[in-house]
């Protein structure tokens, strides 16, 4: 399996983004997916998850802001980010759960992508 992230960028606060993430394996569909962001030299965060079945949470700090959704005829998953903040600067990576919840842990990860929010 390989997750291959992009969309990241340079974008101003206030601006929005639109993460991908394509999913290379079979049964893409059946797997809860998230997406995490990592600032240096602090640990990685779960943004958003969304199960096999569409049922998605956030993270406080991003809910009602970014939408975490899955083409699963496309085997991609996305991440819109709206109203961006520059503390939403970080690397994003997008990740395979073990299972279709979000509560299986992590089992694959992709390679991350730089999302850079100026004030």
């Known amino acids: 399996v390989q997750l291959q992230a992009s969309g990241g960028g340079l974008v101003q606060a206030g601006g929005s983004l639109r993460l991908s993430c394509a999913h290379s394996g079979n049964r893409f569909s059946t797997y809860a997916m998230g997406w995490y962001r990592q600032v240096p030299g602090k640990q990685r965060e779960l943004v958003a998850c969304?199960?096999?079945?569409?049922?998605?949470n956030y993270a406080g700090s991003v809910k009602g802001r970014f939408t975490i959704s899955r083409d699963n005829a496309e085997n991609t998953l996305y991440l819109q980010m709206n109203s961006l903040k520059p503390e939403d600067t970080a690397v994003y990576y997008c990740?395979?759960?073990?299972?279709?919840?979000?509560?299986?842990?992590?089992?694959?990860w992709g390679q991350g992508t730089l999302v850079t929010v100026s004030s």
């Open positions: 990740s395979r759960r073990r299972g279709r919840l979000c509560q299986h842990p992590d089992g694959y």
């Open positions: 969304i199960s096999s079945s569409g049922t998605t």
